[in-house]
């Protein structure tokens, strides 16, 4: 049977998917799509996802998983190392409610629009306005998923398939300077303290060295 193959772009969602391969130590393939030239669009990564969205997962069975949850979640579930899909049903409630929160708001509504606010504008005014609401509206649905954590630490006590899906939304707040709220600051300085985490940020073309030092919100 082949190998696993992640499609991804470095610095984007994908980087959840890439830290989750990671810490199960599967091995995997990676092939990368560049969303700027628009490969992503094309027919040959559209006949993988028709919605043309990264990440996208090819398993061993050539079965493709075209959804980050649906990838965290059965990385979680199925790989030989590393069981990060808890076993308390009340608790994988949590972790979906963590992952869709990050996955519809936090990244959906706020961070689409910074990055992309030409989607939400006709003129350059406005694309200046999406950027802004944009930056509002990811504080405002960051604070909320802090909200959703009850200690500091990992997003259920132990490491799961929700803490690389918060983290990539931290990253992102850091590269953009939206402040964290203190228990995602500390959250994102955790998962960069990991082994996992600075070997997919140095494959992506980052240096971890210069990470986490972004201001807490009030
Ligand atoms: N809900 C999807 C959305 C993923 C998504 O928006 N990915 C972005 C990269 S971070 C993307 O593919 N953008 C290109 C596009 O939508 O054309 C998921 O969770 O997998």
Redesign the pocket.
């Known amino acids: 049977m082949a190998n696993m193959c992640l499609y991804m772009?470095p610095g984007?969602?994908s980087t959840a998917a890439n830290i989750l391969l990671e810490e199960v130590e599967e091995v995997f393939e990676v092939a990368v799509i560049n969303?700027p030239a628009g490969e992503?669009r094309k027919p040959e990564y559209l006949a993988i996802n028709p919605r043309?969205?990264?990440?996208s997962l090819r398993l061993r069975d050539g079965s493709v998983l075209t959804?980050?949850?649906s990838i965290a979640e059965w990385l979680g579930r199925n790989c030989r190392r590393g069981r990060y899909w808890p076993a308390d049903p009340a608790l994988q409630d949590r972790a979906r409610k963590i992952m869709r929160h990050v996955?519809e708001n936090v990244h959906g509504l706020g961070f689409a629009r910074i990055f992309v606010p030409e989607a939400y504008s006709c003129d350059l005014e406005e694309a200046a306005q999406a950027m802004a609401e944009g930056r509002r509206i990811a504080s405002h649905a960051l604070n909320e998923a802090a909200a959703m954590l009850d200690e500091e630490g990992y997003a259920l006590g132990a490491f799961s398939v929700a803490d690389p899906i918060l983290f990539y939304v931290e990253f992102w707040a850091d590269m953009t300077d939206v402040p964290l709220p203190p228990r995602l600051l500390k959250h994102y300085q955790l998962m960069l303290g990991r082994d996992a985490v600075y070997r997919v940020l140095r494959e992506e073309g980052y240096d971890p060295g210069r990470l986490g030092k972004t201001t807490e919100s009030a």
């Open positions: 772009a984007s969602c969303i992503n043309g969205t990264i990440p959804d980050l949850i996955t």
